[in-house]
């Protein structure tokens, strides 16, 4: 019999630093694990940033930095990391997430009764330029999650069909890549069953309608399905009947892309912007969409009001008289 090694965490990482540091370190990564019951991925991103910073402590303090050495950093120790990081093409948005880390860090030594670490409060958090979701148009939408499509002799009908019941659960229900893909086998829209449950970004967990459309895709792919998927096993599966990979659906809308004429920006999340845009220009309530894609801010269902306006000015530029005439004068 075999032994499966378990994966490494977060936790498992070997840190920088004084012995002090480090103790309190993994004792804050436990509470945002157990606690807070941020995702794995995010303990991953913060534990990473916590590394990184502490190294840097290392080398621009001159010794392993203690709990006193961290408390005792000017704004300007802080901004010396940012500027590091930006030499090695750091970007905005991660410069953002890594000073949230340090930040909650800092939190934690406070609320631990170790003294107050007014630094990390000083920084002025970088600037991220919100780029506004590229949806694809209705039809282009529908296309992509026709099986149809991409039909040709050398697919197998029930991948057809499984990827079509994927990429109807993204355009149709605005799910995540991650969310459709976590669904098991008895959390199927099927026999008449018009909502799933669905857990998103940290845990939170939603319910989201399903239309007969969807559910049809869905029936589709497990008639055809060779797989005999047990209750708890995962809905899609892979050519193989194991869990399937997010790539293949990724691939399959690069593929869609080359048939279809769509820009690069056609992925499988453009999806989900797709489903909140048309849902907003035919009269959607925000707070109600909010709720469907499973946002925590309204703020970032709000961008879709952006797209919306964006695309009435396009229409109006092209077809009102005053602009016509406009670009008349000026050829």
């Not at 030499?87 to 909650?104: D, F, H, K, P, W």
């Not at 080359?258 to 925000?286: I, N």
């Not at 879709?304 to 396009?314: G, P, S, W």
Request: proline letters at 7%; hydrophobic letters at 40%; glycine letters at 8%.
């Amino acid at each position: 019999m075999t032994s499966t090694k378990p994966q490494p965490s977060a936790l498992d990482l070997v840190l920088p630093g004084a012995e002090d540091t480090r103790r309190e370190v993994m004792a804050w990564l436990q509470s945002l694990a157990k606690e807070r019951r941020l995702s794995p991925k995010t303990v991953e991103a913060y534990a990473r940033d916590i590394r990184q910073f502490l190294a840097f402590l290392t080398e621009h303090l001159g010794e392993n930095p203690t709990i006193k050495g961290v408390l005792g950093l000017k704004p300007l120790d802080i901004r010396s990391f940012l500027a590091a990081r930006r030499m090695n093409s750091v970007g905005s948005r991660s410069l953002m997430r890594q000073l949230a880390a340090l930040r909650s860090f800092a939190r934690h030594l406070e609320r631990e009764g170790h003294g107050t670490a007014s630094a990390f409060a000083a920084i002025r958090t970088p600037k991220v330029e919100k780029n506004l979701p590229r949806p694809l148009s209705a039809s282009s939408a529908v296309a992509v999650t026709d099986k149809e499509t991409r039909a040709s002799a050398d697919r197998k009908p029930w991948i057809l069909a499984r990827d079509a019941a994927v990429l109807s659960l993204l355009y149709g229900a605005g799910l995540r890549i991650s969310e459709a893909l976590g669904l098991q086998r008895r959390d199927a829209p099927v026999n008449g069953i018009d909502s799933i449950t669905v857990t998103g970004k940290g845990g939170k967990m939603r319910s989201v309608p399903v239309i007969p459309a969807i559910q049809q895709a869905v029936e589709d792919y497990l008639h055809l399905c060779p797989y005999a998927i047990p209750p708890e096993g995962p809905l899609f599966v892979g050519a193989r009947g194991g869990p399937l990979s997010p790539r293949i659906i990724q691939l399959a809308v690069e593929e869609l892309r080359g048939a279809l004429g769509l820009p690069d920006s056609a992925t499988p999340h453009a999806l989900r912007h797709s489903f909140a845009t048309h849902l907003l220009a035919k009269g959607g309530d925000l707070r109600g969409i909010q709720e469907l894609l499973g946002h925590a801010s309204l703020s970032t269902t709000q961008l879709y009001t952006k797209v919306d306006a964006a695309r009435l000015m396009e229409a109006v530029e092209a077809a009102h008289p005053a602009f016509r005439r406009k670009r008349q004068e000026t050829a």
